[in-house]
């Protein structure tokens, strides 16, 4: 069985039992944000979750090994990059990248927000105007060596 | 003299000056990501925004006039695309972005976030452990329209 | 079965019963601009749509819940974009791009048009020159926010 | 002078002058959009056309002659292409583009709008909701040759 | 069947008869050059001629049927595209593409060569030092519209 | 001087005597393609040939020169290629490339059509229905060779 | 049968008889340079020597046939062409092209090397420092043609 | 002075002083080649063969110099890329690469042919049919290393 | 059987008998990166560690076969490039790629580290602050051969 | 004074005075690569440091300025990249990059070993069969953080 394959057993799953990412996030312990990404094969799982995770969905032990690998977590195929949903991320970072880049500069120094010791949130914020997608990013500064 | 032009103008006399992002912002009465997204040659500023800037600055009113126009607010150059910090912002698109998009959908139905009626903000978080840069895009949803 | 098994069995479905995209649109209930788009897997279907599009072919159930996720949307394939219909409307936005941008800047100010807040009609146009194709696009025009 | 340089003195005039694309199509004659275009190199014009625009804008003799050669219509650098605006139009040709091939094919045949023998309208369409961009495509259909 | 699994049938039936793409056009009655693209995929054959095509390579009814619908008709694949014989004609276009837009404007004013409206015929010149091989291009001229 | 520079010189003489490619060629003593693929930069020319083409045109001995030298003849430039005359070239080969390989070696054999050893035609032929643009290509056939 | 299958079975055939490229050259009558790109599937062959390699190899009349077609004789995928052999020819082209143009052009004037009427050896010069690899390339000089 | 300049300043004092690459190459003592290869800057020279250089082309010492350092040697620019005489040497590795792989292989084990440790020859051969270029690559076999 | 299938026998018992790539090295002999390389399809191995491996992952003699044939080396699929682990080392190259040719040619003069006769050592450096990774490169310094 | 043309400056003034990056490293009082990196534009210097490389190289007060920005840090231009010196680190990034990544996770778990926190030595090692290049990079491990 591939990630790929597990992948596929679990969205099948999910879709059978009808269950949201978030009641699947409750069960497991950890947050919605990061329980997808562990479960959509782009982070891994430490193994009590991971065997929580397989049997709310009633999937076999080798998912549930496969859960618990590092995965290759990188690049979007073409056809994703390009969906709109996903596209305004690509977006906003051609935009407002270089404005990310002298704000960071100016209240940390030189170096880079950390992808890797790093959170996400997302949250509906309610507004008469029409609700807004809330999407928040932490990671850890990481100052620039020296040597 | 274009806008390529404005904006080097505007970074010199920034550094001539000492001013920070911060200051300037708080000069022209916005909040800094925008004015610094705007100054940098991504958004377009009302007039009397822009001749606040340019007081600042003490440029002349030509800067005040680019400013005031609808710029090309897209892509990147390669050399930027590939700046580390810069980077990581795409990295979390290829990393996280199908997470992104199951959760937006679960909780709003189909459509995206709006890059456009949208604003960010970037700020300073202390940690004992290294403090954290958090960054918030608040965007607002729109659904897709059957017809 | 993928969404993309799905398509597949509505056009063949389509092609076995001699409908048109048409006919499906009169009995779906919608512009047949958009039920061609969602039944293409491009746009996701209420419910009650999704059910007479998946009666009128005499697919089953499964197909009917496809039609409800919220698709991909994005990246044509290669191939695809080459097709010489679909290329003369990359050219379009090549030769006429800067063009729509100065008009739209000068009748609504700085701002785009939505294409998720989006319709679109494609109709026969008769002239004795040689009938024309006229394709309308009607977006809601988003306007950039400052903060 | 190249034709780059003639845009350029036209754009610069045109903001002197305190004109609006409309003025100036109403002063030469024709439609906005084609006289916008045209003005921006991506179309040739008629002698006269192009007397009446120079004169307008208070330009030389060598840039109405620039005006009435056959420009490189093409390519827009990448910049242009990632602009919010104009990448919109491009999202619309990957989402809707093997809808409207459909729809051409199932009224017209096999064949295609022509870009050539082609004209364009941008018009504003007021809605309480919000207003809305409009947007018409009316090419000539050519059907393919049989031999 | 798809259309790929066709062209595949349509050459294996040709291989096995020992037919030649000349004898095919003659059975079907157009020319060898478009009888050759329609029977690879890149064009729609009439309902009579696509029954003959069949009936010579004896083939069954649900080739006939795919031959008469509009395929997509673009992209060669990378492998195709570097293929010596077919580089060479994107490499003429490369070398002499500016001299043939200079030559159309010269004698035809502003507009293109038709890739729609168009034929093409290949023949064999003889010559004592290496017979030649003879491509002519033959598409209207479609003049760009004013509006 | 660059061989850049010598193409301007010689396409800013021309405007300034009014001449078209066809006067040129009449006067150089060779046929318009050629002459004008040369003028353009992409073809040598003997030294005869060069002196009669700069004296027409009143350019000094450094652009007869550089005409008599080996050009770099390859890529066109991005916006080039994009360009729809120019592009329907390449739309061509996209389309025909394949069947023109299968024709070329049922009638020739294994090997190609020569780009070097080659010559080009462009007419116009009158047609009711609107005139046709002929281009013919001519090039040597090159079997692959055994060894 | 495809090519793609017919090389497998070439190459599965070569590793169960314990032959090597040069045997099976001796055999099949030409050198082990074109012998070997043809039965990689980048050359055809004349019938004799077909018939003779499949004898030699044990393999079956679909492989003598087609290994007589014309093979799409082009690009390396991806993978293959970072593979540090075969890169470090294409870093020769890279860095030694333009002197390869230069002395090509000194000697025979404007034209070109063929890659077609061509042949190619490969041998093992032995030498104390370490032996050496030496690739000869042996092409038809092709005049550019004027007319 | 860049080294781009200074090559510019060596080909513009080659063509003056009407000499050849061979005569160049004669007078630095070295084969025409390498001495092409370093004067167009591809390859560094020691002290005193670039003073011969120098010496005879009537530079100054700057130029001198810039031949001794260690050049960028790598890529391309894309219109060089594409001349027909640089691009069939591409065409050589795309169509004969996997052969070439196998022949060293069979003939040295697994590893690859020096770029660096290597030497080319170009010479004339001639041939009643048509002179032939001759190129030879000579190149250190490296075995790759277990450790 | 193919290498990449082979690779994927290997990954799964390794997996099924719960080696480290470690013990694997331990047991054939050599260092855990070249064995790792090795049994990942990237370099080819001697008979005799070939069979010690295979040995104890208790697979067949066509893997033992496979992998001591010359692979296909090269180039990381997209998805695997982009996975933020690879690419640090991408980004390391881009940001220090010049710096390291700087020092290269000022320790050692104008030449190149090898990438063949190389190998390789990760290993872990306790640090309070965090451990480390160090990873060592150790190839040959090739220098540009003159002739 | 663009950073550019800073690095253009520190470039010059070292060559003039013939000083090597391990002389101005000494001075500067930080290590030759770090030193060497932040010279050519990769890296910003403490103020007491850049001060001294001023010093030392007898640049302006605006140099010195300019070395404590936080440079945009990223892409090699294409040229660069093609390098034979740099692209073989590329190239042993796509042949090992699999395997530091099994290696690391197998020694450290899921995670990255820093770009950033991360310093790099480059030195000589002596060997009789021809030295060596030793290449040491040494990053923080990351590990991914669950949340």
Chains 1, 2, 3, 4, 5, 6, 7, 8, 9, 10 share one sequence.
């Not at 597990?6 to 990412?21: F, R």
């Not at 995770?53 to 979007?76: F, H, N, R, Y």
Request: aromatic share 8%; glycine share 6%; net charge neutral.
């Amino acid at each position: 069985m591939t990630r790929c394959e597990a992948v596929a057993a679990i969205i099948a799953a999910k879709k059978t039992k009808n269950l949201k990412w978030k009641d699947i996030a409750e069960a497991v312990g950890a947050s919605p944000e990061w329980v997808t990404s562990a479960l959509l094969g782009r982070n891994s799982m430490p193994g009590d979750l991971a065997a929580r995770a397989v049997s709310l969905l009633g999937l076999d032990k080798e998912v549930e090994k496969i859960l618990q690998e590092c995965p290759t977590k990188g690049a979007l195929e073409a056809e994703t990059a390009a969906d709109p949903l996903i596209y305004r991320f690509h977006e906003i970072t051609q935009v407002y990248g270089t404005t990310i880049k002298e704000l960071i500069h100016e209240q940390f120094g030189d170096g880079i927000m950390s992808a890797i010791d790093f959170e996400m949130e997302i949250r509906r914020l309610p507004d008469p105007k029409g609700d807004r997608v809330v999407v928040t990013y932490n990671g850890k500064f990481l100052p620039y060596r020296k040597w």
